[in-house]
């Protein structure tokens, strides 16, 4: 088959309903896949120390559409044809253990997807919560923990989502908003 490698956007959403790293992976696994890598943001019991007892994530109108174009723009970026001349991020074969060019499947080996599974939470969220949850398979792990890590960075870069902090000591603050 082809020499580059496929991408599946399998899950791209912001949610008012709980999510997880479970169900993640679950989404993404495959027999093709020799790598799943996760993250999983969870809500902490504290910051700028003092004790958070909750928060609350808000989400600007455009931000379910900001997020499908983030990762939207992350799988044409990692698509593009090998020597482009652009960095993709992705890790070279000194940093990884694996080759730096994510798009050469081997001699014989088939085309195998990169499927994505991504979501943030918005709402009421207690301490231990997921509010941020990502998956990523891949035929190999270098190509799998480089995909992953651009798409936590960039989706807490880029989607206009804000969080309230309610702490202990009955007061409370927004972060994000204004930036």
């Known amino acids: 088959m082809g020499t580059e490698t496929g991408f599946e956007i399998v899950h791209a959403v912001l949610s008012a309903e709980p999510i997880s790293v479970e169900q993640a992976i679950a989404a993404v696994e495959s027999d093709t896949a020799g790598a799943v890598v996760s993250f999983s943001g969870v809500v902490r019991n504290h910051d700028g120390g003092k004790q958070v007892s909750r928060l609350s ?3 600007h109108p ?12 992350l ?12 960095s993709h991020g992705a890790p070279d074969s000194s940093d990884s253990g694996d080759s730096g060019d994510y798009s050469d499947t081997g001699a014989g080996e088939q085309q195998q997807p990169v499927r994505i599974w991504a979501a943030h939470r918005i709402g009421m969220l207690e301490i231990g919560d997921p509010a941020l949850v990502c998956a990523v398979s891949a035929a190999h792990r270098g190509q799998a923990f480089a995909v992953c890590a651009e798409l936590v960075d960039r989706i807490k870069a880029q989607v206009p989502i804000w969080k309230e902090q309610f702490f202990a000591d009955g007061t409370v603050e927004w972060v994000g908003a204004g930036e």
């Not at 455009?62 to 723009?73: C, K």
């Open 57 to 59: 994530y808000s989400a």
């Open 75 to 86: 799988v044409a970026e990692h698509s593009a044809p090998a020597g482009d001349g652009e």
């Open 62 to 73: 455009t931000a379910h559409q900001v997020m499908a174009d983030v990762v939207a723009g």
